[in-house]
C-alpha cells in the first residue's frame, strides 16, 4: 500500500512537501510517480523517479518548481513543491510501477488515496 502526506492550504508563493510512504520493501524496487486530479479534469502526471533515485521526470508545468526524491531505503517518496500556484491546486496521488520512469497513468499499478493540496491566491 502507498499512504501519502504532507497536503494542505498554502498561499500562492508559499512551499509544501509531499511524502509517500510504502508499506512493503518491495517497493524499493519499483519506480514511483505523483501524479494529481483537479476537479472536472483528468489525471495528470507531476513527476516520477526510478527505483534507484538516478532517473527524474518533470511536467513542464512544475519544472524547476517541484523536486521529487526518495529515501535511502528507498520505500519512501517526497515531492517538494516550491513557489506554488493556485492552479497547482488538486488532489495529488503517489504511484509505483515496474516499468520505470514513464509519464502514464495507466502504466502504474498502485495507487495512494491521495493528499489535497489547495493554493489560494
Known amino acids: 500500500q502507498l499512504v501519502e502526506s504532507g497536503g494542505g492550504l498554502v498561499q500562492a508563493g508559499g512551499s509544501l512537501r509531499l511524502s509517500c510512504a510504502a508499506s512493503e520493501r518491495t517497493f524499493s524496487n519499483y519506480a514511483m510517480g505523483w501524479f494529481r486530479q483537479a476537479p472536472g479534469k483528468e489525471r495528470e502526471f507531476v513527476a516520477a523517479?526510478?527505483?534507484?533515485?538516478?532517473?527524474?521526470a518533470y511536467a513542464d508545468s512544475v519544472k524547476g518548481r517541484f523536486t521529487i526524491s526518495r529515501g535511502i531505503a528507498r520505500s519512501t517518496v517526497t515531492l517538494e513543491m516550491s513557489s506554488l500556484k493556485p492552479e497547482d491546486t488538486a488532489l495529488y496521488y503517489c504511484a509505483a510501477t515496474f516499468r520505470g520512469v514513464v509519464t502514464a497513468a495507466t502504466l502504474y499499478a498502485y495507487w495512494g488515496q491521495g493528499t489535497q493540496v489547495t493554493v489560494s491566491s
Open positions: 523517479i526510478s527505483w534507484s533515485g538516478i532517473t527524474t
